[in-house]
Structures are given as structure tokens and as C-alpha cells.
């Protein structure tokens, strides 16, 4: 049998994108409708952003720590996040954690590394943004990096918190995306990761400027690899 995934979720949309993903792509896998076991945990959003407005990191790692645990109890083999913005604090949660954890970033980054992309523009939250989760991770394979400039971060913050966590998916947050993803372009970069886990709901490589790296959907897909490959 596979492993058992625990998701450790965090908003909802994005907790069941990569749910839904590793149930659909499962199949490919491992037969028809076949796929893990899978698991999740998910406090509310509101805790975790009371948390993100005071930079209370500890706070963060609390949240996800209590829910490692709870699937811990519930039988799961490893754990997965599919939220880009909490993953600030995985540095005081690994420590601690009663089981291992794929991290979003670095599926992401060796995603880069393996199509050659050489700049990447950041999209995401301005938490996510201003972060070094991605930086630290692309730094180690050697790519480079953009961050949008301030007025963009804070263009695409608001469509997410306001409209795709929300499930609101309009032509205008999709033309936000669109001109900040071209200006990334301009400045040289040849893909963007999509580093919230809502923006696929709304982006993808057939309305993009750039080629898209696609955080939520890499991270299902490393995870139902990494449930198959332990079974072994």
C-alpha cells in the first residue's frame, strides 16, 4: 500500500486543490480511481493570519505543529503544506515535528533546476514576498530571483486575500496577475512561480506571459511520488 499523506492545511482553496489533485493524478499511478490514503488538518485561517499580521513566527509553527500532530494520531506517514506563506516558519517546525515534511519551495525550485529556467519572478502573498522561503531555496540551485515591485506585492496580496481565498475568481485579478507577470518579464525572467497555492485556480501557462511553476500541483505530485516510492 501507499503511504499516507497528511495535508496540513492552512486556506481552504488551496488545502483542497492539491487534496483533489493527488486524489485525480493518483490514478494515473496507481489505477483506475486509486489513489493514497490521504488526511488533513486545517485550523482556521483566521488564527494563522492574527499570527502573519504580528510576525508572530512561533505562533505560525504552533498552528502547524498541533496539526502534525493531530494527523500524526490519525496514522499518516509524512506531511505536506500546501500553503506557500507558513512555510516561513518550517525552520521551528521541522525541529519538532513528529513526522517528515515535503517542502513546497524546494519541489518547486528543483522543478526549475530540471526545465532549465534560469530568473524566476515570485508571485504570492506580501508575506510570502517579502520571505526568503523561495529565495533560500532557488539560491541553493543556483537561479535567480525577482520580487515584484511594491505596488505590484501589493496588488496581487489583495487579490488573494480578498477574492481567490475567498473563491472569487474575476477577469480583473486575472489581469492583475497578467501585467505583473509581464513586467517580470521585462526584467528578465524566464518563468513565475505561482507561490500561493490559489493562484492556479486562475493562472496557468495557457493565460501567462511567462511559463508557470505551479506550487499546489507540484507539490500533490511530489507528494503522491514520495507515498508510492515508500511503499516499495
Known amino acids: 500500500m501507499p503511504q499516507h499523506i497528511g495535508i496540513v492545511g492552512c486556506s481552504a ?11 485525480v493524478e493518483g490514478g494515473a499511478l496507481l489505477g483506475h480511481h486509486a489513489h493514497p490514503e490521504v488526511s488533513m488538518h486545517t485550523p482556521s485561517l483566521a488564527d494563522y493570519e492574527t ?7 512561533d505562533g505560525i509553527a504552533a498552528l502547524m505543529l498541533s496539526s502534525a500532530r493531530k494527523l500524526a494520531a490519525a496514522g499518516v506517514d509524512f506531511l ?15 525541529p519538532h515535528s513528529p513526522l ?26 506580501r508575506w510570502l514576498v517579502d520571505s526568503e522561503v523561495y529565495p533560500q531555496k ?10 515584484p515591485d511594491a505596488a505590484d506585492r501589493d496588488a ?9 481565498v475567498e ?3 474575476t477577469p480583473e485579478g486575472i489581469a492583475c496577475h497578467q501585467q505583473v507577470i509581464a513586467r517580470l518579464q521585462q526584467a528578465g525572467c524566464d518563468a513565475v512561480v505561482l ?7 486562475i493562472m496557468n501557462d495557457d493565460n501567462s506571459p511567462l511559463p508557470t511553476l505551479d506550487s499546489t500541483r507540484l507539490l500533490a505530485r511530489a507528494a503522491l511520488h514520495r507515498a508510492i516510492a515508500g511503499a516499495a
Open 100 to 125: 517528515p515534511w515535503l517542502h513546497i519551495a524546494e519541489v518547486v525550485a528543483g522543478e526549475a533546476k530540471t526545465r532549465g529556467f534560469h530568473r524566476l519572478g515570485l508571485l504570492g502573498t
Open 156 to 164: 496581487i496580496d489583495r487579490v488573494i486575500m480578498t477574492e481567490l
Open 51 to 57: 499570527c502573519l499580521g504580528r510576525g508572530d513566527l
Open 195 to 201: 507561490g500561493c497555492t490559489e493562484i492556479p485556480l
Open 13 to 23: 482553496e488551496g488545502a483542497s486543490l492539491c487534496y483533489r489533485t493527488i486524489c
Open 80 to 94: 505536506i503544506c500546501p500553503d506557500n506563506t507558513i512555510h516561513q516558519a518550517m525552520h521551528l517546525v521541522e
Open 138 to 147: 532557488l539560491t541553493d540551485r543556483s537561479i535567480d530571483y525577482r520580487r
Open 167 to 169: 473563491s472569487k475568481f
